[in-house]
């Protein structure tokens, strides 16, 4: 099993960053990958990055390519998504999510950990 805990969200302005963070705990992630995912109001939920947890590769949805930047922290077993140039429309609750590799990292139900999920909103 693993246990993961998002914390990071928050009201920003537009314009303005956010980090969040998903910290995991209850195995080792080496053959692991780590996604974040959001749903907005009214959307489906959508793949915003992921990381493949020993490689580094990383992934991102083209809406946030260029201002979000996932990583991770082995000694701290905790991934991050630093969020730059949020707009309005990045507005979500955002879930951390842990899959074991190889699997498509942008399919969420490849996934079989998920996080609580973190509150995001941008205003204009």
């Known amino acids: 099993q693993v246990q993961l805990i998002e914390s990071g969200g928050g009201l920003v302005r537009a314009g303005g960053s956010l980090r969040l963070s998903c910290t995991a705990s209850g195995r080792t992630l080496s053959n692991y990958a780590m996604g974040w995912f959001r749903r907005a109001p009214g959307k489906e939920r959508e793949f915003v990055a992921a990381?493949?947890?020993?490689?580094?590769?990383?992934y991102y949805a083209d809406s946030v390519k260029g201002r979000f930047t996932i990583s991770r922290n082995n000694a701290k077993n905790t991934a991050y998504l630093q969020m730059n140039s949020l707009k309005p429309e990045d507005t979500a609750v955002y879930y951390c999510?842990?899959?074991?590799?190889?699997?498509?990292?942008?399919?969420?139900?490849?996934?079989?950990?998920w996080g609580q999920g973190t509150q995001v909103t941008v205003s204009s």
């Open positions: 990381i493949t947890w020993s490689a580094g590769s990383t």
């Open positions: 999510a842990a899959g074991v590799l190889p699997m498509v990292v942008r399919a969420a139900e490849r996934y079989g950990y």
